[in-house]
């Protein structure tokens, strides 16, 4: 363990490679942060949290900057999570009393307004769609050989798809399987619109066996349809110092061409308000350079999806995990 005075210099060197970017040296220390003690013993301090592996000391500096294991402790044990600012608050606030017909608005606007507080990339994803419990079901004639079938769950997401037929079809068909789909299908989960469904429909209604069986298999596929993820501020990474690496650019901007990547970024989360990975913590490789921050949103015990944050690891965490706490407990009061 830490005695307190090491904590405060290991907290003040992460606090001042966040601000600057550049190694700290002992003599940035005693000149900026009330220390309470002198250069010499700051400096034992910094060569001892060194080789304990807290700090790393860059080849061509006499400085140091916080390792993995330095940024790990400073989350876990020394971070101040009222780092943000009342005209932050207000922001927040304004942004998500914005009226919005669809849950995945308002998880767009989230992602938006947390990238434009904390000036990082932000990403997030919606929750998956066949775990959510169907309110209704609505179709909808279009023509003589098209429809449409509009899904709305407990958590206020709406799936619309479009379903054309080969022969006529008519209204009073329509009303009868709307009013089986419903009868069947309100309060259970979208994962049961399946071939038992499809079984249990055709003995209901038997003159409707070529209706059924074209919407079934359309609505399973705009279910199971690819999950939908947003991403936010993209171009803000590339202003900060990491990104002058050309290796580090082009690692960030393969990691957001590969979605799948992204998506197991934003789902791999266990079940906390905040989860972080820093760098070499991330278990694909291609994120070594970088750190996530995620969390997931809900509304009592409806999981509405994950919002996320990637970075590189000299990350301002204080000011993230603020602004990320905010942002849930908003999203928890709508």
Known sequence: MLDERKKKVLQAIVDEYINTAEPVSSGSLVEK???????????????????????DKPHTSAGRIPSVKGYRFYVDELLK???????????????????????????????TTLSEITHYTTLSIGPKSASQIIEEIKFILLGNRMLMAVILTDNGMVKETIIKF????????IDTIGYLFNNKLKGQSLEV????????????????????????????YAIHEE??????GANKSFELPEFKSLDIAKSFVNILDEKELMLDMLQSGIAKDINVYIGEENENKELKDFSIVTFKHSVGDKDLGTI??????????????SVMKYISKKLNEK
């Open 33 to 55: 942060y009330n220390l309470g003690c002198s250069s010499a013993t700051i400096r034992n301090d910094m060569a001892e949290l060194e080789n304990i592996g807290y700090l």
């Open 81 to 111: 999570e009222d780092d943000i600012s009342l005209e932050e608050i207000k922001y927040i606030q304004s942004k998500l009393e914005t009226k919005v017909n669809a849950i995945e608005d308002l998880t767009k606007i989230a992602t």
């Open 166 to 173: 080969d022969e006529d079809i008519y209204q009073d068909q």
């Open 193 to 220: 619109i399946d071939k038992p469904l499809e079984e249990y429909l055709i003995t209901q209604t038997s003159d409707s066996i070529n209706v059924i069986k074209p919407i079934i298999n359309q609505l399973k």
């Open 227 to 232: 999950e939908q993820l947003y991403l936010e």
């Open 308 to 321: 996320g944050i990637i970075g590189p690891t000299r990350m301002n965490y204080s000011k993230v995990i």
